[in-house]
């Protein structure tokens, strides 16, 4: 049961740091507690943990206009952020996480500034049939967040030139083009700005919790993790993983997201696998291509071995008998 609240906000634009910020806020909540973080980017792509870096983003071009590019720790897809978004983070312990009432705050705030949204499939909210806030999660051990943005007023041109949807991607979701399934805040209430949406989350904060929350400020957080962390999240090596040659691709759109397979085919044994997928479920991602490796390049060898990846989580096993399937009769 939460018995405090904490709210907390970075003075930071670079990416980097207000990832590391939010890792140190995660690896630091204490029991009982629920910490809400607000927090903006400049100019950046930000990429779940399981996606192809070159495939989601035109990274030669963010660049060359001095954006950032950077990986989060949570699956899902790949996002824009400038001054114009807010984003949001909810911290807690396992036992008390609750996606329902995080996302009645953001709801109530955006309520209490005249816009009547809804959740709507796995990660967004919408209002109209347009989004204005996409969410993704991560866990680790007893530690949860459920982070998200908010499009007070982004630079929606900025958002499509550097973003590459895939058209299975836009089919799915029954739209043109990215520009077409976006809408900002300030097109519902001019009035809206960034910081009477900071003020409407911290009040709605206290009142879907019940409680008055305490705010702390960064320099709370410890330094040297915190440094660490930033490294971490700047590194090359996070941001784009190793690239691979690879001699065959496979890829499906699936109703929970994107799956590509590349493989590495020596005699016809699998002899390396990368994945790559906007899946809510990055850790099962991860962990397909150990399945893979050093068995015969066939249908039924896949489907098989796939077989003997073993959860408790039902979705997880939904979406494994999902890839099966589809493994089982690709063209290989």
Sequence with gaps: MIERITYIESDQVDPYWNLAIEEQLLLNCREQECILYLWQ???????????NAWKECLTH??????GYLVRRLS????????????????????????????????????QMLGICAEKSG??????????????????????????????????????????????????????????SRVVNLRELNPEITI?????????????????????????????IPLEKSVQKFVS?????????????????????????????IDKGRIKDVMVFSDSMKPDMIENIPKYLKNHTYDNRVLHSELGLFWTTDPQEEAMLEDIRGWVRTAEL
């Design 41 to 51: 980017n400049k100019q950046t792509v930000v990429i779940g943990r399981n996606q």
């Design 61 to 66: 071009q963010l660049e060359a206009d001095g």
């Design 75 to 110: 699956g899902g897809g790949a996002v824009y952020h400038d001054l114009g978004n807010l984003n949001f983070t909810f911290l807690v312990r396992r036992e008390n996480y609750n996606l329902e009432k995080q996302l009645q705050v953001i709801l109530r705030a955006v």
């Design 122 to 179: 796995r990660n967004d909210i919408l209002v109209d049939g347009k989004k204005f806030s996409g969410n993704a999660f991560y866990e680790t051990g007893d530690y949860c967040y459920h982070h998200g943005t908010l499009m007070v007023n982004v630079d929606v041109n900025e958002l499509s030139k550097y973003l590459t949807v895939s058209k299975e991607k836009l089919k799915l979701k029954g739209v043109d083009s990215v520009r």
């Design 195 to 223: 910081e009477s949406l900071k003020a409407a989350l911290l009040k709605a904060f206290e009142e879907i919790y019940g409680m008055q929350a305490e705010t702390r400020s960064v320099e709370d957080l410890d330094g």
């Design 236 to 264: 090359w090596n996070w941001i784009y993983g190793r690239k691979m040659e690879f001699h065959q691709e496979l890829s499906h759109q699936f109703p929970w997201g994107n799956f590509t397979m590349q493989l590495q």
